[in-house]
């Protein structure tokens, strides 16, 4: 089978009778294995993307810092595994939404018996089970690579999908608005290097302007970022249920705010 026979295969919408009529949360499932189905092919390469930046910028910037502060090289390795999932998940998310919406796909959903917050749901979990292989790779040579030891916490199982979710839902927002699919890509990567240097998400605090630190607050990836040295590094604090209550906050409101951007046409 020719590479072009494969991609064109697994952007196909393999939509299964069987989601008709099923409870919410067979329809999860059933949507997420299709969505992960579809990417059956092409997974490899999204994974090595997902390596690529993040172990450079570990790298580069590790080199640059490697002999300051440990806190220093602490948010180094945090920035990067932010990049990864960024790149891993928002703009992944970005790029399949405007995909699904240029094709028609959204539009057979539609047709469908199933809810459309499921539809995004699922689509924004499923790049995130793609995800977890580059982000074990980043956490587990950065951690090598700049001395920086791990101690991770069991909230990390909860944590860490929950820094996903609004950077994912951020993506789908871009894809469900942009006009085609290259500006759907060219719109994520501007706004993913705008929440990486949003704040103290690569760069440690002491290093930037005050007007930096206050555009933070409501940077979705300062939040995980923050959250992310807690769980994987320690120690925890106070602060997580702040950076926790503040990342499921953004998650409601950007989940929603793309489902009502959805054109659904129910029939």
């Known amino acids: 089978m020719s590479h072009d026979l494969r991609d064109a295969e697994a952007h196909e919408p393999?939509?299964?009778?069987?989601?008709?009529?099923?409870?919410?949360?067979?329809?999860?499932v059933d949507l997420l294995l299709i969505q992960l189905s579809n990417y059956r092919w092409s997974w490899r390469g999204m994974v090595v993307t997902?390596?690529?930046?993040?172990?450079?910028?570990?790298?580069?910037?590790?080199?640059?810092?490697?002999?300051?502060?440990?806190?220093?090289?602490?948010?180094?390795?945090?920035?990067?595994?932010?990049?990864?999932?960024?790149?891993?998940?928002?703009?992944?998310?970005?790029?399949?939404?405007?995909?699904?919406?240029?094709?028609?796909?959204?539009?057979?959903?539609?047709?469908?018996?199933?809810?459309?917050?499921?539809?995004?749901?699922?689509t924004v979990l499923a790049f995130f089970v793609l995800s977890i292989p580059s982000l074990l790779v980043t956490v587990i040579f950065g951690s090598f690579f700049?001395?920086?030891?791990?101690?991770?916490?069991?909230?990390?199982?909860?944590?860490?999908?929950?820094?996903?979710?609004?950077?994912a839902g951020i993506g789908a927002l871009i894809g469900v608005l942009a006009r085609t699919q290259a500006e759907a890509g060219s719109t994520s990567?501007?706004?993913?290097?705008?929440?990486?240097?949003?704040?103290?998400?690569?760069?440690?605090?002491?290093?930037?302007?005050?007007?930096?630190?206050?555009?933070?607050?409501v940077s979705p990836s300062s939040y995980a970022a923050s959250a992310i040295r807690q769980v994987g590094f320690g120690p925890v604090t106070g602060q997580l249920w702040v950076d926790v209550g503040v990342l499921a906050t953004l998650t409601l409101v950007v989940l929603w705010t793309v489902g009502r951007k959805i054109q659904w046409h129910e029939r």
């Open 14 to 28: 393999a939509v299964s009778h069987d989601l008709r009529g099923q409870p919410p949360h067979r329809q999860l």
């Open 50 to 122: 997902g390596v690529c930046a993040p172990l450079m910028s570990t790298v580069g910037l590790g080199l640059v810092v490697k002999q300051s502060a440990q806190a220093n090289l602490l948010y180094v390795l945090t920035g990067s595994i932010v990049l990864s999932l960024m790149f891993q998940n928002q703009n992944n998310v970005a790029g399949n939404f405007a995909f699904m919406k240029a094709v028609g796909t959204l539009d057979f959903f539609a047709t469908l018996p199933i809810y459309r917050h499921i539809v995004i749901v699922a």
């Open 189 to 217: 990567l501007l706004v993913s290097i705008a929440l990486l240097f949003a704040g103290p998400v690569i760069l440690p605090p002491d290093t930037l302007p005050d007007w930096l630190l206050a555009v933070s607050r």
């Open 146 to 167: 700049l001395d920086v030891p791990l101690h991770v916490s069991p909230l990390a199982v909860v944590v860490v999908p929950l820094c996903v979710m609004p950077m």
